[in-house]
């Protein structure tokens, strides 16, 4: 009787979680207020709950947060070398006479790129130079943004970075073999997708108003002139990370350590001492900047998680009851960080599920990765997007009016894929 109530007292309390999230609470201060109230009305002893829910769980993550540094670090050096520029320079070429033709390759371009960049400080670098590429070229302001972000998420189901993240509810998923291939189909399919939309659209496009659209956002318009410095060679860069793994098994650090000084060896940032110790310096000075309040948003999500991973015993009777042992049917009800959003309110519902023990990890781990990409593509609470609102001057509703009917095709043509590869 008393774990019955318990457990219905932790639901009410998750589901004001929710609103107040729905509400623009604060992350931070929500989950770490969270992890102290489930500790409390699940009855967890305070001795555990010192170790097992503050203590263990941060410094248990310590690895995942390098892999996010270095992650970061290789998205600021691809920027500041002049590889991501180089490479959006070559799609500005083809804008003026062909824009449904650059607006496709910008979108190639920007799942190229973040196949291993992350990070919000890498979107804005990149954005800051294909936005106003598409709004040259006659693109609107609203569906410009809308497919950027989509093409943003469509390579994160390869994005080790990220992968390493949501690896801390699932520890002993893997990456590599059978979910490599199930990443690139699903990233494959998210990206036809979002080009299927923007063509679909290709009537709104309108050269005629580029120069208002840019005057709107307070960016020139882009020129094709100058010549770069940067070596086609380095054009592969960006997925040098994935290759390493897929090819050589190599783990993410030593992958994207090899990528970030090939990036700066081919780019000539080597090349004197002093040069390159003071682009060094930089690189990772703002790449540290870019992600510290991702890093505390991780330690206080981590620990409310450790919270739900000892209250999951509670939920078990419950999700047995009416979760199949093999499958799981999900809708994509991620927005606004809800209950499937790994990097919101979803991380009560992760702990949960990975506590209960009735599904493995490796199931599990794309199962719920779908949902939280349609969020990182589409949500107007994801850090990149709230910038893109802000540059582009777009309104929330028109964000996600264009966005959220996409992906949630896409994702529910993933959940099948995670079925069918997993299921």
Same mark, same amino acid.
């Given at each position: 009787m008393v774990s019955t109530i318990s457990a219905i007292l932790l639901l009410i309390t998750f589901v004001f979680f929710i609103y107040y999230i729905i509400k623009g609470g604060n992350l931070v201060i929500g989950f770490f207020v969270m992890a102290i109230i489930w500790s409390v009305v699940g009855?967890?002893? =305070?001795n555990i709950v010192i170790q097992k829910v503050f203590a263990e769980p941060a410094l248990n993550y310590g690895p995942t947060i390098i892999y996010i540094v270095f992650g970061s670090w290789f998205g600021r050096v691809l920027v500041d070398s002049g590889i991501a520029p180089a490479i959006s320079q070559q799609t500005n070429r083809v804008g003026k006479k062909h824009p449904v033709l650059a607006g496709i390759l910008i979108l190639l371009v920007t799942s190229f790129i973040f196949v291993s960049a992350y990070g919000v400080g890498s979107v804005i670098a990149i954005g800051v130079i294909l936005l106003p590429i598409m709004l040259s070229v006659g693109i609107p302001r609203d569906l410009a943004l809308s497919v950027f972000s989509m093409a943003i998420g469509a390579p994160m189901y390869l994005n080790v970075?990220?992968? %390493?993240?949501?690896?801390?509810?699932?520890? %002993? =998923?893997?990456?590599g073999g059978k979910y490599l291939v199930f990443a690139a189909i699903a990233g494959v399919v998210q990206l036809l997708a979002v080009i299927i939309f923007f063509v679909l659209n290709r009537r709104r496009i309108d050269p005629a108003n580029a120069e208002q659209n840019l005057e709107i956002i307070g960016a020139e318009q882009p020129s094709d002139d100058g010549k770069s410095n940067v070596s086609v060679l380095t054009y592969i860069?960006?997925?040098?990370p994935v290759l390493m793994n897929m090819i050589f098994k190599w783990d993410a650090i030593p992958s994207l350590t090899l990528a970030t000084i090939l990036a700066m060896l081919l780019t000539g940032k080597m090349k004197g001492y002093k040069k390159f110790v003071e682009f060094l310096n930089n690189t990772i000075q703002q790449s540290v900047s870019d992600i510290a309040g991702l890093i505390m948003f991780?330690?206080?999500l981590i620990m409310f998680s450790g919270a739900a991973s000892l209250d999951a015993v509670r939920f078990k009777p419950l999700f047995a009851a009416i979760l199949p042992n093999s499958h799981l049917v999900l809708a994509p009800l991620a927005l606004f960080r809800g209950p499937l959003h790994l990097w919101g309110a979803g991380a009560a519902t992760a702990a949960v599920l990975s506590g209960t023990g009735l599904f493995n990890d490796s199931f599990l781990i794309p199962l719920l990765y779908a949902p939280a990409i349609? =969020?990182?593509s589409t949500d107007i609470t994801q850090s990149w997007n !709230?910038?893109?609102?802000s540059y582009m001057k777009v309104q929330s509703k028109d964000f996600l009016k264009h966005g959220v009917p996409v992906m949630w095709i896409v994702?529910?043509? %993933?959940?099948?894929? !995670?079925y069918y590869f997993f299921g």
């Open positions: 009855m967890i002893p =305070a970075v990220l992968y %390493n993240q949501v690896k801390a509810f699932f520890p %002993n =998923a893997v990456y860069i960006p997925i040098v991780l330690m206080a349609l =969020a990182v !709230v910038w893109g609102l994702t529910i043509i %993933n959940e099948l894929l !995670v």
